[in-house]
Nanobody, 125 residues
Framework: QIHLVESGGDLVQPGGSLKLSCAAS????????VAWFRQVPGAKREAIAC????????HYVASVKGRFTISRDSAGIAAYLVMSDLRPEDSGVYSC??????????????????WGQGTQVTVSS
């Protein structure tokens, strides 16, 4: 059975940093785009960062650009989201997801197929 498992969510003060991990189980992430999504209560789940299949081109929404960094390991078993200068509005459940796409294909608007269960990030003093 294939699935993703996120970890690293925590309570952090404004201005702090966190690193989220997304581990693939039963398959590899090679050849697939990977995205991180954020969901807050009452709002639709939003893709905030993604990394393309091949070439590892990264894309971010405006609200996190310059503060968050998405990456993947060369073995294709994990992806990461490093978040810095965290703000209270960054709080939410963060989920990773993956889908096979053409190499370099734009990945923020893709329909992701395999999802993790999510990890809670809370930014508060």
């Amino acid at each position: 059975q294939i699935h993703l498992v996120e970890s690293g969510g925590d309570l952090v003060q404004p201005g702090g940093s966190l690193k989220l991990s997304c581990a693939a189980s039963g398959f590899t992430l090679g050849g697939s785009a990977v995205a991180w999504f954020r969901q807050v209560p009452g709002a639709k789940r939003e893709a905030i960062a993604c990394i393309t299949a091949g070439y590892d081109i990264t894309h971010y929404v405006a609200s996190v650009k310059g503060r968050f960094t998405i990456s993947r390991d060369s073995a294709g078993i994990a992806a990461y989201l490093v978040m810095s200068d965290l703000r209270p509005e960054d709080s939410g459940v963060y989920s990773c997801a993956t889908v096979p796409l053409r190499l370099g294909q734009f990945c923020l608007g893709a329909e992701y197929q395999v999802w993790g269960q999510g990890t809670q990030v809370t930014v508060s003093s």
